[in-house]
């Protein structure tokens, strides 16, 4: 059967972490708290995911770099099983790159090592609810990285496009080079000019050299004229 958090009943919660000593005291945090009973524990994240399967913990609370599989894999796994059981990540790690995987994989939160006794309870708690937690390092991070615009990118036809701007050539003589019509040249260059942000062909190219868009021996002839 299924297990949900109730307020009758002690969360249940799983530690999983390959460092004995880090699960200890992970385990030994959390011993004490009344609500809170600690139901099992985990040295990697197939072991993890099978101990979910067997015990329906409420909450686990789940080490990244894990052997035999990692912890991002494990919360994915346990996150498309049957139970309600909700993942929070506890790691040392805050790279963008560790963030977005463990979120993609279903973790209602992340949190860092270095976080307090009442700071991890509180998160345990919340993550029962079904309350996304993140440690606030983390939370500045998601928001810069929301905030940063998208990078620029132009299909290869376009860049032959604006390739052949940049050595001076008309329309015309685009279509000619590329053997498209000069119709096609003008969608190409619309399309270019909305994604740079520009208005012109000569802010096209140099708004393209800045970006690195545009490379090798036409970079060098538009930098020379």
């Known amino acids: 059967m299924t297990r949900g958090p109730t307020a009758r009943r002690k969360l249940r919660i799983l530690v999983a972490d390959d ?57 994915a796994r346990i996150v498309a099983g049957p139970s309600r059981t909700r993942v929070l990540i506890l790691t040392t790690y805050e790279t963008d790159a560790e963030i977005e995987r463990a979120v993609e994989a279903g973790a209602i939160g992340y949190l860092l090592k270095d976080a307090t006794r009442d700071q991890l309870v509180e998160a345990v708690h919340s993550a029962a609810r079904g309350e996304t937690v993140l440690a606030p390092r983390v939370a500045a991070r998601l928001v810069a990285r929301m905030r940063r615009p998208a990078p620029v990118t132009l299909t290869p036809r376009e860049v032959d496009v604006l390739g052949a701007v940049a050595d001076g050539l008309s329309n015309v003589e685009i279509g000619r080079r590329l053997v498209i019509a000069e119709a096609t040249v003008k969608t190409h260059l619309l399309r270019v000019f909305a994604k740079l942000d520009v208005a012109d062909r000569t802010h096209a190219v140099v708004r393209a050299l800045e970006l690195n868009l545009l490379e090798g021996p036409r970079r060098r002839a538009a930098e020379d004229s």
Do not use: F, Q, Y
């Open 19 to 75: 460092h004995t000593v880090m699960r200890a005291g992970v385990v030994a945090l959390l011993a004490d708290e009344p609500t809170i009973d600690i139901v099992g524990e985990a040295e990697d994240g197939r072991a993890a995911v099978a101990l979910t399967e067997r015990l329906e913990p409420d909450v686990v609370l789940m080490d990244l770099r894990m052997p035999v599989l990692d912890g991002t894999s494990a919360t």
